[in-house]
Nanobody, 116 residues
């Protein structure tokens, strides 16, 4: 079955960096786009970034452009998000998301807290 397992979250000071990972299994990873979606405390889900199957096409929410970089390793079935210059408003649970054959799959999420 499809599994998405996120890791790499934690507590970081403003201006710091984190690298999130999402290890995928149960589907042909290289054939599908993957996304990162976050949910801040008390708020709804918010799309952050998407990387297409070949890795050459990426897109970002405006507020993270220039600070976050999404990438993928199709040999390792893993998608990453490098997050630099983190701000308190980036605090959220970050989820990995895949849409496969008209069905959505989610990981369990990883908490990112940006605070001094």
């Amino acid at each position: 079955q499809v599994q998405l397992v996120e890791s790499g979250g934690g507590l970081v000071q403003p201006g710091g960096s984190l690298r999130l990972s999402c290890a995928a299994s149960g589907f042909t990873f290289s054939s599908y786009a993957l996304s990162w979606v976050r949910q801040a405390p008390g708020k709804g889900l918010e799309w952050v970034s998407t990387i297409h199957s070949g890795g050459g096409i990426t897109s970002y929410k405006d507020s993270v452009k220039g600070r976050f970089t999404i990438s993928r390793d199709n040999a390792e079935n893993t998608v990453y998000m490098q997050m630099n210059s983190l701000k308190p408003e980036d605090t959220a649970v970050y989820y990995c998301n895949a849409q496969i054959l008209n069905r959505e799959y989610w990981g369990q999420g990883t908490q990112v807290t940006v605070s001094s």
